[in-house]
């Protein structure tokens, strides 16, 4: 068995043969990282059998992250809105393939590029969502929304009470919250909002200056608070630490063992 049967670490696609031997053998399960052009590849259909029997045969559960660059599922542009329901639908594809059961997505939203159109944002969101929810149920895999740019949680929080599906969660991402957010809301507030929709965290720390990405404790983050509001609210969320170096990963471990039960 794992460490523990939630936590995972970010592992990007193309380093998917490169890394994958090593995760298997220290029992690490991985969030899969798709870019856009991943999932265009040739030979993508044969990497996710292989690997997807790997991780299945040694009993460890995935995860995957779809691609987010240029794309807005609550986009004005009607094109933008196309590619960006191709791209999620191939990583969810690419998630059924690997036997994932959360699949990470982006928002779209930036405060400063719609100045005072929220509005029309969601309304455009809420159009989006629900086919690719009903797929998303078909093939028993929770989409998880997360928290990039968002400096208050009330985007987020319209449109999962309005789509109100089991299939559709939230990802926290601590490290945005410390970045974007914290000035404006707690965390104590934040999870008091959306706690109920956790069903998935990002794990990482920094300055507060720049997504840094660090392990627990190298950083500014109270993850002793963190973790207790985890506890209350979403004892049951996965996590995936965000380490994107691989020689801060086994501090990354490390940091985060003091808070996983049987760690």
């Excluded at 594809?93 to 939203?109: F, T």
């Excluded at 990963?249 to 039960?261: D, F, G, H, I």
Aim: charged content about 25%; some cysteine.
């Amino acid at each position: 068995m794992p460490m523990d049967a939630r936590l995972h670490l970010s592992l990007p696609y193309r380093m998917l043969d490169e890394q994958g031997d090593f995760f298997l053998a220290r029992r690490l399960q991985p969030e899969v990282a798709f870019k856009g052009p991943d999932l265009d590849e040739a030979d993508l259909d044969a990497v996710l059998e292989r690997w997807s029997g790997a991780f299945r045969a040694a009993g460890l559960a995935v995860t995957v992250h779809a691609p987010f660059m240029d794309l807005n599922p609550g986009a004005l542009e009607p094109l933008v809105r196309q590619v960006t329901a191709l791209r999620l639908n191939q990583a969810l594809d690419a998630a059924q393939r690997l036997g994932a059961r959360r699949l990470v997505v982006h928002p779209g939203y930036d405060r400063w590029r719609y100045g005072g159109n929220e509005d029309l944002w969601v309304e455009q969101s809420l159009e989006f969502w629900p086919a690719l929810i009903r797929r998303a149920a078909e093939a028993g895999v929770v989409l998880a929304m997360e928290n990039v740019f968002e400096d208050v949680p009330d985007n987020l929080e319209k449109l999962l009470a309005a789509l109100a599906s089991p299939w559709f969660g939230h990802c926290f991402d601590v490290g945005h919250w410390h970045l974007f957010c914290r000035r404006r809301i707690s965390l104590a507030d934040w999870f008091e909002r959306l706690g109920k929709h956790l069903v998935h965290l990002h794990v990482h720390d920094n300055l507060g200056e720049g997504d840094d990405h660090l392990p627990i404790g190298e950083g500014l983050i109270g993850f002793d608070e963190f973790f207790a509001l985890v506890a209350r609210h979403a004892p049951q969320a996965t996590l995936t630490l965000e380490a994107h170096e691989a020689h801060s990963l086994s501090r990354a471990l490390l940091a985060v063992r003091p808070y996983l039960t049987g760690g």
